[in-house]
């Protein structure tokens, strides 16, 4: 096998850089997180100062730009500060395009880079050696941190990993000064950072987001409920991995935890009870013009209920069905007896409309509704005399 491929023979550049001039970043998979819905996969990021070795990690839930820009930001502020450059592979939510030389980056994290003043440089492709200080860093916590842990949640993996790094990766010996700790490389390189812009740059996601037909928007997978009267319309979407806003113009109009899960379901009460409000008050009303039609003598007996706390909606469902039993006629004089006699209750309502169907010969139709596999309504008397024995 080596006289038919031969291992071809290949030097190494090795560099070592100034303090404060390059942070090496990259991503590591780490295990899947179980999730509402379903799993997640679970990643690392690593940011590596190349000159002290001084490593920030977290664990994170998404690759995309909206996640590296907050693990940037977090990453400078543990350092308190910037280096130079940063170090990236060819990953797609760095570049965007690629010939040769010739890279175009990803405009957020373009505009991110200039607000800190750092370069922002890539490997070339299929050279991962170019930056084996984070690449050593990833095996380094796979290895010393994740190796036989369990996590169970973003949240709880974080505080145990930023302890780690603080108690044993800082303490551990430097590689190319003998005698020195990591920790205390970083104090002189800390002094070469870029100082931070005060305040720091907002990394939230912001972006329109329709809103369904059912007062929901989409994130993700998940859904996050709005206002009823935001409805089939347009606002504005600020996220981050903690909290999602909904904007109109400057206005939040609703503000949910963001949700990791798959396909879950995020209603607000306040949501829910609005729409069911506008529901039952949309059919009342409708029901109560009915019957104002048919019956100008309801206005009363409606008055009567409001003044007496009464639930309307029930009373006037109530009330409708009486009249699709007995009629127009028969409803108009029962209420008008009621409201002779100042009674308000639906029973003595039915009690009434049966009493003066009786005096009219009228049939009354049952008013029940049938179940859509019943075929028919007629029902065949029979004799009951053999209940008898």
């Known amino acids: 096998m080596r006289e038919v491929r031969p291992r071809p023979r290949k030097a190494y550049l090795d560099i070592e850089t100034l303090p404060g001039e390059v942070g090496e970043v990259d991503w590591g998979h780490v295990g899947e997180l179980a999730v509402p819905g379903g799993h997640r996969p679970l990643w690392v990021f690593v940011l590596q100062l190349s000159y002290s070795r001084a490593v920030f990690a977290e664990l994170v839930l998404s690759l995309d730009s909206s996640s590296l820009r907050r693990s940037l930001l977090r990453a400078a502020a543990h350092f308190g500060g910037s280096p130079r450059a940063w170090l990236f592979d060819n990953a797609k939510t760095v570049v965007v395009e690629r010939h040769g030389s010739r890279v175009r980056y990803h405009e957020r994290l373009v505009e991110l880079a200039s607000q800190l003043h750092v370069e922002l440089r890539v490997c070339d492709p299929g050279a991962p050696q170019q930056k084996g200080g984070v690449e050593r860093s990833i095996r380094y916590l796979k290895g010393r941190f994740f190796s036989a842990r369990h996590i169970h949640s973003v949240e709880q993996g974080n505080v145990q990993l930023h302890q780690f790094l603080d108690e044993i990766a800082l303490e551990r010996p430097h590689p190319r000064l003998p005698g020195c ?151 108009r004089a029962a209420i008008d007896e ?31 509704d049938l179940a859509p596999h019943v075929p028919e309504r007629d029902v065949v008397p029979h004799d009951l005399g053999g209940y008898d024995e």
């Open 181 to 331: 700790t990591v920790a205390e490389v970083l104090q002189q390189e800390r002094r070469r950072l870029l100082p931070l812009p005060d305040p720091l740059p907002p990394v939230e996601d912001v972006r329109p987001v329709a809103v369904d037909a059912k007062a929901f928007v989409h994130l993700d997978t998940n859904r996050y409920s709005v206002p009823t009267d935001h409805a089939s319309g347009t606002l504005t979407l600020v996220a981050d991995d903690i909290v999602m806003r909904l904007l109109d113009g400057d206005h939040e109009v609703a503000c949910h935890p963001r949700c990791w899960g798959r396909k879950q379901v995020l209603e607000q009460h306040e949501h829910r009870q609005q729409l069911i409000a506008e529901k039952r008050g949309a059919r009342d009303a409708k029901g109560r013009d009915r019957l104002r039609v048919e019956v100008p003598a309801i206005d009363q007996l409606l008055d009567r209920w409001l003044e007496r706390n009464h639930n309307m909606g029930s009373r006037v469902a109530s009330t409708l069905r009486l009249l699709d039993a007995y009629g127009a006629a028969v409803l």
């Open 338 to 368: 009621m409201v002779e006699r100042d009674l308000v209750d639906i029973g003595a309502m039915a009690v009434l409309c049966e009493r003066h169907r009786k005096r009219r010969g009228t049939t009354a139709v049952p008013a029940f």
